[in-house]
Nanobody, 117 residues
Framework: QVQLVESGGGLVQPGGSLRLSCAAS????????MGWYRQAPGKERELVAL??????NYADSVKGRFTISRDNAKNMMYLQMNSLKPEDTAVYYC????????????WGQGTQVTVSS
């Protein structure tokens, strides 16, 4: 089992920055890859960024503005969000995947990010 807890959300003006954190506990050493997803009101949950031991990947809508990183020693993952736009407003979820038979997926409870003037 893996437990994920997000923090760092809040209200920010357009053009501002926020840093989200995700703390992993439990069998965190078995995690193969992690990611950030978001869900805006009335919309489906969408991928924001993924990170493995060797690569990162971003949604086109956040490329050049968001940076995902991971500190394995601290069992932490981060999402640095710069140049925030109103359309970035959503609940952001931390995700972890342990590949195996079966593959197991874990989610955090989410943290609200609101971009508004």
């Amino acid at each position: 089992q893996v437990q994920l807890v997000e923090s760092g959300g809040g209200l920010v003006q357009p053009g501002g920055s926020l840093r989200l954190s995700c703390a992993a506990s439990g069998s965190s050493s078995s995690i193969n890859h992690m990611g950030w997803y978001r869900q805006a009101p009335g919309k489906e949950r969408e991928l924001v960024a993924l990170i493995t031991s060797s690569w990162t990947n971003y949604a086109d809508s956040v490329k050049g503005r968001f940076t995902i990183s991971r500190d394995n020693a601290k069992n932490m993952m981060y999402l640095q969000m710069n140049s925030l736009k109103p359309e970035d407003t959503a609940v952001y979820y931390c995700n972890a995947v342990i590949v195996g038979l079966p593959t197991r997926t874990y989610w955090g409870q989410g943290t609200q990010v609101t971009v508004s003037s």
